[in-house]
Nanobody
Framework: EVQLVASGGGLVQAGGSLRLSCAAS????????IGWFRQAPGEEREGVSC????????YYAHSVKGRFTISSDNVKKMVYLQMNSLKSEDTAVYYC??????????????????WGKGTQVTVSS
């Protein structure tokens, strides 16, 4: 059973940083696309960053490019999202997700079938 547990959210001032962690278990890490997504109140869930297959180059949403960095630890089966220069518009619940098989469209939430519970990120201005 695929399990994903996200953590690391919190309250931070604008301009600050947070690192989110996603602990993955129950599947062969190397065969899956992994992504971070977020959903603000009243908004649709959107892709933030993803890795098509572990070891591939990452994709980023335009709104976070240059500020956020996704990384993975294959041994620990962890995926991280380092978020710098946070803005109030980054406030949302952040989710990690996984799907079997690579895809260049890994920022699309609809392509994922395994989701962890979210972690709240609140950026105060």
């Amino acid at each position: 059973e695929v399990q994903l547990v996200a953590s690391g959210g919190g309250l931070v001032q604008a301009g600050g940083s947070l690192r989110l962690s996603c602990a993955a278990s129950g599947f062969t890490f190397d065969d899956y696309a992994i992504g971070w997504f977020r959903q603000a109140p009243g908004e649709e869930r959107e892709g933030v960053s993803c890795i098509p297959i572990i070891g591939d180059s990452a994709y980023y949403a335009h709104s976070v490019k240059g500020r956020f960095t996704i990384s993975s630890d294959n041994v620990k089966k962890m995926v991280y999202l380092q978020m710098n220069s946070l803005k109030s518009e980054d406030t949302a619940v952040y989710y990690c997700a996984a799907r079997y098989g690579t895809t260049r469209l890994c920022l699309l939430p609809a392509l994922y079938d395994s989701w962890g519970k979210g972690t709240q990120v609140t950026v105060s201005s």
